[in-house]
């Protein structure tokens, strides 16, 4: 019984019903849910860990670790929350993670990577592990120039269990709503992104995010050349800002989150 039929039978039968109760902090408990049947698109999550003075890593590109383990079990739960994982090939390079859950009978999600060129190495974590864990790597349409180059290790990395979708290029990047897309089409109806920078700054300007969570931690790393959670074009004037709203501020061991819903103009 939906689209208000249950209420009508129920007040029909003498018994009164009372509406929209608590119905923020219910549509919070279960956003992505609600989310996808209202939309019908992936309710996607930018998470990203950072200092003081907004460092996601040192000017030499060391991350491991910004925040505590009480924080990073946090992220496990999202992870655990979400259907799947988003990352830029950068993340995959730097840092040749795993992107599973740690959690104790958890679930991982499915791997999804932004690869416009195919560099992703066939001896990555990912790479290693897509027939135990679901992966998908994104890369835009071919060219004729690496038409063959590509196309050898496009089968390669299908043979090593990847899934492999291609877009139209978007500034020579992946195409993030195409890409969207075709996750919606998978039925792929929340996506946490763990990406840096430009990846960050990408699916903002396409009005793709709905929640931000930024860890806190209380540390300055410094460095004019050090990474910033969403770097990119950016945005010309203050007054052209993504709004967060509804937020909320909590203490996780020593560290500080900062989570809100994206309102966008």
């Known amino acids: 019984m939906v689209s208000g039929k249950g209420v009508k039978i129920l ?35 930018v998470k990203y860990a950072m200092t003081l003075d907004g460092k996601i890593a040192t000017r030499t590109g060391e ?43 958890g ?19 990912i ?22 180059e590509k196309c050898e290790k496009r089968h390669i990395l299908e043979e090593m269990g990847c899934r492999i979708i291609s877009t139209k290029a978007n500034c020579g990047h992946v195409d993030l709503y195409t890409l969207m897309l075709k996750l919606r089409e ?8 763990e990406g840096g920078g430009e990846l960050n700054d990408s699916l903002f300007r396409h009005k793709l995010v709905q929640r931000v969570k930024a860890y806190i ?5 410094g460095g004019k050349d050090a990474k910033s959670p969403v770097e990119g074009w950016g945005i010309p004037t203050p007054n052209d800002a993504y709004m ?22």
């Not at 790479?127 to 063959?148: G, L, S, Y």
Request: charge should be negative.
């Open 186 to 193: 998978m039925k792929i109806d929340s996506i946490l992104v």
């Open 127 to 148: 790479v290693k592990t897509a027939k135990e864990v679901p992966t998908i790597i994104a890369m835009t349409n071919f060219n004729k120039k690496d038409n063959r």
């Open 244 to 265: 967060i709203e509804n937020t909320q501020i909590r203490r996780i061991g020593e560290d500080i989150l900062i989570e809100g819903r994206v309102a966008y103009k």
């Open 107 to 125: 679930r991982d999600p499915i791997r999804i990577i932004c690869d416009s060129r195919l560099r992703i190495p066939l001896d990555s974590n």
């Open 217 to 221: 931690a209380p540390k300055i790393f």
């Open 11 to 45: 007040r029909e039968h003498g018994i009164e019903v009372v509406e929209d109760v608590l119905r923020e902090e219910c549509d919070a408990v279960n956003e992505i849910f609600f989310h996808w049947i209202t939309h019908n698109w992936p309710f996607v999550t």
């Open 63 to 105: 991350s491991k670790w910004i925040t505590g383990e009480e924080a990073r079990m946090d992220v496990q739960r999202e992870r655990l929350r979400h259907s799947a994982i988003m990352v830029g090939i950068g993340t995959v390079l730097a840092d040749d993670p795993m992107l599973t859950c740690r959690l104790e009978n």
